[in-house]
């Protein structure tokens, strides 16, 4: 039996609450145990109903977001936080993947990917919408001459996010420095890694190196 996944939202807006709440709870294994209007109750309301994957608005009353998430690092709980924000600055999400948060999410986009975002993190992976990757992809691959600004979807088995990983490769980046560009952990991308090896059936990264060059997506 599948257990279910507890889920905490905190938003000082009822309507977003109740908007993302309706959306939850179209997935049977989901189930929303509770809400927060202000930043000040949110831990307290979290580990009173043991929840697995709270999802925080940046803004907030009384404490803002990367309090709370500050509380939680302090107080050792361990929840799975996504945050949903109106902000896309890169540097500002930078500081909050650092905290340990593992998803990101802008108000714009909550109602495409949400679903998808909580079943992520609630497995231990990170997740971001496609908006933020791609910009946080951009910003660590700009000014790269032997990028090619057309990234076309040429394998219906890898995800956006495995040609990414393939092109930084290609493009020589180490793991951790891929890591540090795209904010995710070393462990995620050495997951990446593995994946893509499996799908392409390459017996090395010297592999993933020619399918880049060979489909096109790094100039050799």
Do not use: W
Request: net charge neutral; charged share 25%.
């Amino acid at each position: 039996m599948t257990k279910n996944v507890r889920i905490h939202l905190a938003d000082d807006h009822q309507i977003i609450i109740h908007g993302i709440q309706t959306l939850l709870n179209t997935v049977p294994n989901f189930e929303v145990v509770g809400s927060s209007l202000t930043g000040t109750t949110v831990f307290e309301d979290v580990t009173k109903n043991k929840v697995d994957v709270l999802v925080l608005d940046i803004s907030m009353p009384g404490k803002d977001g990367i309090e709370v998430v500050k509380e939680f690092a302090e107080k050792g709980y361990p929840c799975k936080v996504i945050i949903l924000s109106s902000y896309d600055d890169l540097k500002l999400i930078k500081e909050i993947m650092d905290l340990g948060v593992t998803g990101y999410l802008t108000k714009q986009c909550a109602g495409d990917s949400i679903i998808e975002a909580v079943h992520a993190v609630s497995k231990g992976e990170e997740y971001f919408c496609e908006t933020i990757r791609e910009k946080i992809f951009n910003n660590a691959t700009k000014n790269n001459p032997k990028l090619k600004t057309y990234k076309p979807n040429i394998n219906p088995l890898l995800t956006e996010r495995e040609i990414e990983i393939i092109i930084l490769i290609a493009l020589e980046y180490s793991g951790k420095e891929i890591s540090e560009q795209l904010f995710i952990s070393t462990n995620t991308v050495e997951t990446h890694r593995k994946n893509i090896m499996k799908k392409l059936k390459a017996k090395n990264t010297i592999g993933i190196v020619k399918y880049a060059m060979n489909n096109h997506l790094v100039i050799s």
